[in-house]
């Protein structure tokens, strides 16, 4: 929607601050404004955002949690991968169940954190377009969600063509069998299009051909969650606290997480230092408008803390062996 608005700001030149009001006819002469005048358009938006949903969970309605809300912060992303959102692709095949791109990896982010600490609590990711009925056209979506608070760790279901590419390393550590060599080529990993050629290069032997590129920050990570691959990675600046706050709530309530890359890059293991996860009160120093929330180092997000120190460890060798051939 904030997209929406801008460019209607810009076209009648008219400052519209969108919002949702006391009624619904309110609303609609509200989007009448921002929609040049399309009553239709207008009241049907309006009704689905004034309407009532009720939403229960088995998992959920059988607890009782008291979390303070004066400790709460909230980052959402309305729309994740936007410009898949405006191409509106339907027909993109899937890579053993990950979509490269296409309606399918947009996603509405929604992620709690603790205000003081900075530890993401609560998060919600809600796949609109996962299906499509070919009859009615309409499409049929999905929605996953974590809390992590003290003692209490749950995490919704997870459908049943989740898990796909990620069970034979989580069997092989779980076997224990102690060398390094054997794990190669047995993790899985999904990327950006952008990510760095040393990172794909390092990748490519520590995954062989099981890197996936994918669009969409909140995608990549919720394929992560479903446990389509093992890894999460990116190597630049330009993911933000709204990016990855729904999804790493989510991994911390399965036992995953999401870290900082460059900062696990540089630490030594062998100090003992805990994992550098990523948090989500402070601004970046030195930073201005937007950049204050970008999570600076890159991130990797995953499903097992043991699986991810395996991972730095051949990541960071194979890293090594790229620099010295390049």
């Given at each position: 929607m904030s997209l929406l608005m801008l460019w209607f700001v810009f076209?009648?030149?008219?400052?519209?601050?969108?919002?949702?009001?006391?009624?619904?006819?309110?609303?609609?002469?509200?989007?009448?404004?921002?929609?040049?005048?399309?009553?239709?358009a207008s009241e049907a938006l309006a009704k689905v955002v004034h309407q009532d949903v009720a939403f229960t969970d088995p998992t959920l309605d059988s607890m009782e949690i008291n979390i303070p809300q004066d400790i709460l912060g909230i980052w959402v992303d309305p729309i994740d991968s936007t410009y898949q959102y405006i191409?509106?692709?339907s027909d993109i095949e899937s890579n053993q169940g990950i979509f490269p791109s296409g309606l399918q990896c947009v996603t509405i982010l929604i992620g709690?954190?603790?205000?003081?600490?900075?530890?993401?609590?609560?998060?919600v990711i809600n796949q609109p377009f996962v299906s499509q009925d070919l009859n009615t056209l309409r499409w049929k979506g999905q929605c996953y969600?974590?809390?992590?608070?003290?003692?209490t760790q749950i995490y919704s279901p997870q459908p049943p063509n989740s898990k796909k590419y990620s069970s034979d390393a989580q069997s092989q550590l779980t076997a224990n069998t102690g060398s390094e060599a054997e794990f190669s080529c047995l993790f899985s990993a999904v990327i950006s299009t952008s990510e760095k050629e040393t990172i794909k290069a390092a990748l490519s032997r520590v995954c062989g051909?099981?890197?996936?590129?994918?669009?969409?920050?909140?995608?990549k990570s919720l394929c992560v969650v479903q446990g389509l691959v093992d890894i999460y990675i990116f190597s630049e600046d330009t993911t933000f606290k709204w990016d990855s706050c729904a999804a790493h709530a989510i991994l911390r309530a399965m036992?995953?997480?999401?870290?900082?890359?460059?900062?696990?890059?540089?630490?030594?293991?062998?100090?003992?230092?805990?994992?550098?996860?990523?948090?989500?009160?402070?601004?970046?120093?030195?930073?201005?408008?937007?950049?204050?929330?970008?999570?600076?180092?890159?991130?990797i997000a995953y499903r097992s803390r043991k699986q991810l120190e395996m991972f730095l460890s051949l990541l960071i060798q194979n890293l090594a062996a790229v620099d010295t051939h390049t």
């Open positions: 076209t009648l030149g008219e400052k519209i601050i969108l919002r949702l009001c006391p009624t619904e006819e309110e609303t609609v002469e509200l989007l009448s404004k921002v929609l040049n005048g399309n009553k239709l191409k509106g692709s709690v954190y603790d205000i003081q600490t900075g530890v993401p609590l609560m998060g969600w974590g809390l992590s608070y003290m003692e051909e099981r890197v996936f590129s994918a669009a969409g920050a909140g995608y036992g995953g997480g999401m870290v900082d890359l460059k900062e696990c890059l540089e630490r030594n293991p062998e100090a003992g230092l805990d994992l550098p996860q990523l948090v989500y009160h402070m601004e970046n120093e030195g930073a201005t408008g937007v950049d204050r929330w970008a999570n600076k180092g890159g991130l």
